[in-house]
């Protein structure tokens, strides 16, 4: 089944680790978010990509969720103690991505070139794609200041309140190579487990995209990342409670209701399913909490299961979510 | 007494650990020699002005010369694997000076800038200036194929035979901030222990910068970096018997003559004394292995002692070194 993959860190890297046992390479296209690339010391870092590869690749620091394990920090702290910021916990094997891929883009490759030749690199042959090769950075809105995620995210550890989040140069991005035909061709979309506002949206604001999914007959799946109010890494609760969205399987399926035809949500939310019901989703409750392969594997066989949809969509009827549009 | 001293690697950067402790920092200016800089994984190394900056800094490798001690090499050896060239031993540790220099650049910063700014994140108040902000390249010419310094050295391992040195770009070069007023306003010009045709020579091959010297009154001391025929650190031995010239005291004297007044030589290469003297050359002999700081601050001294003039230069008689000239 030709599958797409909407991806941001570490949720939906846990849940690749499984697609890809069960999807051909040759099938599956993953979407990468790049909304939270930014530049550090001149270096040009991925996270989400890198999370992915990682994880894909089984060096992943599993207890963090991303970053390479056994890595050790000696360049991080000989740059504080030269009196750089520090606030990013760079390791000094994950820095060898980053400076082949700076490198890389500094030679005149695109960052799909560059995303493509670190994972051969790492021996992966599956067709991980940025959403775009030209920079969208998800800005995160307070009251008092605009930073960007990994500011918002690891230096002010997400204590800003957030009055908005915005999607800067998405409108004007052009999707990478290959991710309309992708979507075009798909039977399968799935929307993983990742931040809606912060991993997905970021993907959804580029037109083309938002567009190709409004067009895809592919049957579009999303699973939700909060589980019982909470989520199990990163900070989409917290945001979506600021930003007024309901943090809850409910408020996930809310936001996706106009681009999804199912969702899957947690035992522990079970009780929210006849809500779900009356949005017009499809609801498959089971355990999305991914501990280690056989979860990935489990949850993304759910994912892949042959389904009907409830409703026929339109492209009138599928629209972005709301707080996705700028 | 004001002092400009010309710099290259390990040699120097052991005699200027002393010549720091003798000379107050507004009166000595350093002139680094860059023309082994190069961009490795896109970063900008400058191999003599790091290995002075650590040296001076205390923490420098002491068993290499260079690099930093207690280092590991984390982003080398996973750059390895990543199937990146790794003959470069870098360290973690000292990725980050690069870093740094690299970001700086970027940024529109000189390298005199940048030097600037790394020397002061190690609390080092030592003028340190490069040669030039404009790159000039050292170039080992084989009879098969030309090669940059650390190509020779490092990844050849100084196994093809040498040919030719030249120095691309040098005669176009402007000399950086400042320098040509240290050297007119200098009373003692020290040409540390460092390799005459690849350390010293790319300096000199700078034209403002060898009018400069030409013209000062400075008395003008150089340090044989040979001993006994051969070299503490480095190729410079290896390099003079493939150009033709004597690797020896003599053949430093020799290659100094016209820019020197004054040269420091070995106690083991006291027999040389009338051979260098013939060449209207004043001779000073003691010990120039530098094993510590006490024997860097006694050759310093001896480099300092005030001395007369056997020669009274004009600027007809002094002239480049011949293998200096392009």
């Known amino acids: 089944m030709k599958t797409v993959a909407l991806a941001g860190g570490v949720g939906a890297a846990r849940l690749l680790r499984g697609l890809t046992k069960l999807v051909p390479t040759r099938d599956l296209t993953i979407i990468g978010n790049t909304g939270d690339d930014f530049t550090l010391y001149g270096l040009h870092i991925s996270p989400d990509l890198d999370t ?36 990013f916990k760079l390791g000094d094997k994950d820095l060898a991505t980053h400076i082949i891929r700076t490198k890389l883009l500094k030679e005149g490759k695109s960052l799909t070139q560059a995303t493509a030749q670190l994972m051969k690199m790492h021996n992966l042959k599956t067709k ?48 990478a190579p290959g991710i309309v035909e992708a979507i075009d061709h798909a039977q399968r979309i799935i929307i993983c487990p990742s931040n809606p506002i912060l991993s997905i949206a970021p993907i959804l604001a580029i037109p083309a995209i938002r567009r190709a999914l409004q067009a895809t007959k592919a049957y579009t799946v999303a699973i939700s990342p909060i589980i019982a109010g909470k989520t199990i890494k990163g900070p989409a609760a917290k945001i979506m409670n600021s930003m007024g969205l309901d943090a809850s399987a409910i408020g996930v399926a809310k936001y996706y209701k106009d681009t999804a035809d199912e969702i899957i949500i947690d035992q522990n939310d079970a009780s929210q399913r006849n809500q779900i019901q009356k949005l017009r989703l499809k609801v498959t409750i089971t355990n999305t909490i991914m501990k280690n392969l056989k979860d990935s594997t489990h949850l993304s066989r759910i994912a892949l299961k042959k389904q009907k949809r409830l409703v026929e969509k339109t492209q009138d009827s599928i629209s972005l979510p709301a707080r996705a549009k700028k």
Chains 1, 2 share one sequence.
């Open 52 to 87: 992915i590869m990682y994880t894909l690749a089984g060096i992943v620091n599993e207890t963090n969720g991303w970053g390479i394990k056994n890595d050790t920090h000696n360049t991080l702290n000989t740059l504080g103690k030269l009196g750089q910021e520090t606030w």
């Open 128 to 175: 991980l794609v940025p959403m775009s090769n030209q920079p969208v950075h998800t800005k995160i809105v307070s009251p008092t200041q605009t930073m960007d995620f990994q500011e918002y995210f690891v230096k002010n550890q997400t204590k800003p309140k957030v009055t908005n989040v915005i999607y800067e140069d998405a409108e004007k991005a052009e999707p």
